[in-house]
């Protein structure tokens, strides 16, 4: 029963816009390829277009998939997005991103954690060596999930 409590405590903390520090302990055995795997939507892509977070709820971010790794297909993809100040990330237009993310609420937005150990990377262009291992990874993904015939 606590634990029901507390956990409703801190949803209802971040819905309000509570600011919390989103620097949380974390597993240092959890690797960036572990985190990868954990996460139920995973893609490269491009983001297209964006709307801020507001009172109502979580923002708005519309990616161009350049390939999909799991969780989807298609080539647009429509996920929530944060404000900095609430452990979700937010992404500008234009950036090429390595997208990992699930849903935090049952049935809400899709969202990327901004919660100090989050494997969503922002890509420099060119990429870097450790980018360009973990492209590669994704793209991995990518030909195993092709190959099980993607679902939404």
């Known amino acids: 029963m606590a634990t029901r409590i507390a956990t409703a405590s801190f949803f209802l903390l971040i819905m309000s816009g509570v600011s919390l520090g989103c620097d949380v302990a974390f597993d240092p055995a959890l690797t960036w390829q572990r985190m990868i795997d ?57 950036a090429r991103v390595i997208f990992s993310g699930s849903p935090i609420i049952m049935g809400g937005p899709v969202l990327a954690s901004d919660m100090g150990q989050d494997p969503t990377v922002f890509l420099n262009d060119p990429p870097t060596y450790e980018q360009s291992v973990q492209l590669n990874y994704v793209n991995k993904l990518a030909q195993e999930h092709a190959a099980k015939g993607a679902t939404k």
Request: with cysteine.
């Open 38 to 94: 954990q996460s139920e939507v995973v893609f490269v892509g491009t983001v297209i277009e964006t709307e801020p977070e507001t009172q109502a709820g979580w923002g708005r971010v519309v990616f161009d998939v350049e390939s999909w790794g799991k969780g989807g297909s298609g080539s647009r993809f429509e996920a929530g997005q944060g404000s900095g100040s609430n452990c979700v990330l937010e992404f500008p237009v234009g």
